[in-house]
């Protein structure tokens, strides 16, 4: 695959699935816009892409924000030139009972997981369709989108909404050559994951999926590769399930991770 001279921006880019998309990206010749909170987690990956011979941009902005999200893609687009590939993969999620939920965790998740990803998806396919050259979109969804996890309400509501809205978008933007897809990531080895599990509820988790152990980052972003690959320009709001199988049917033992 061939990216060269083409600019991709990755919201929640400093670590996990974010991070390991934006590398794949860069190593497929792509410049490169990495959004994130976390600053100095940012600055790292931002000297790993330089020394893959691209050019980065980092973007410290909350995605929560929607006048932070324009300015943010309207500076990507004045400092690399363009726009052409968007990963929305900024998420936060809290795990508590519905019924007893401290309000401002859930909303934050809300905010952050559905409208992030809806302002990022709305100011980039704003930028492609001005640029008049077509564009790609993957959207970082969930299982969560169909599987009522207990304690992931926020979580899960979030995730439902932000599949149909990228599907919507697939269909509102197919006239201007601008596809927009969908990546279901199983259960995948992050640091995120500490936020809910200890190390021994991981192993045991892992142990209990199909494949007998979680997703790498690199898998995920292996997938997000294939959707933006000029090669695959006739898909257009699918989704992609990469989870080791963890949906099949005839399993029923789900492990305990959040997707």
């Given at each position: 695959m061939n990216?060269?001279?083409?600019?991709?921006?990755?919201?929640?880019?400093?670590?996990?699935?974010?991070?390991?998309?934006?590398?794949?990206?860069?190593?497929?010749?792509?410049?490169?816009?990495?959004?994130?909170?976390?600053?100095?987690?940012?600055?790292?990956?931002?000297?790993?892409?330089k020394a893959l011979g691209r050019r980065v941009l980092l973007l410290p902005a909350d995605v929560s924000d929607q006048t932070a999200v324009e300015a943010m893609v309207a500076r990507v687009a004045d400092e690399l030139g363009r726009l052409d590939i968007l990963v929305t993969s900024a998420v936060f999620s809290d795990r508590e009972p519905f019924h007893a939920a401290k309000m401002t965790g859930f909303r934050r998740t809300i905010d952050v997981t559905m409208w992030g990803a809806f302002y990022a998806v709305r100011a980039a396919a704003n930028q492609m369709i001005q640029q008049g050259r077509g564009g790609n979109v993957v959207v970082i969804g969930?299982?969560?989108?169909?599987?009522?996890?207990?304690?992931?309400?926020?979580?899960?509501?979030?995730?439902?909404?932000?599949?149909?809205?990228?599907?919507?978008?697939?269909?509102?933007?197919?006239?201007?050559?601008?596809?927009?897809?969908?990546?279901?990531?199983?259960?995948?080895?992050?640091?995120?994951?500490?936020?809910?599990?200890?190390?021994?509820?991981?192993?045991?988790?892992?142990?209990?999926?199909?494949?007998?152990?979680?997703?790498?980052?690199?898998?995920?972003?292996?997938?997000?590769?294939?959707?933006?690959d000029p090669e695959s320009d006739y898909i257009t709001g699918s989704t992609l399930s990469i989870d080791g199988g963890s949906q099949l049917p005839w399993w029923s033992k789900r492990g305990s991770g959040e997707f």
């Open positions: 990216l060269a001279g083409k600019v991709a921006m990755v919201t929640g880019a400093a670590a996990g699935i974010g991070r390991a998309s934006a590398l794949a990206l860069a190593k497929a010749g792509a410049d490169v816009a990495l959004n994130d909170l976390s600053f100095s987690a940012a600055e790292q990956l931002t000297t790993e892409v969930s299982p969560h989108a169909h599987v009522a996890v207990p304690l992931s309400m926020a979580y899960n509501m979030a995730k439902a909404a932000t599949d149909q809205m990228a599907r919507t978008a697939a269909l509102e933007l197919v006239s201007h050559r601008i596809r927009v897809n969908i990546v279901h990531p199983g259960w995948v080895d992050t640091a995120g994951e500490r936020k809910f599990f200890n190390e021994e509820a991981i192993r045991q988790g892992a142990k209990s999926l199909p494949l007998g152990r979680m997703a790498r980052p690199e898998e995920i972003a292996r997938g997000v590769l294939f959707l933006v």
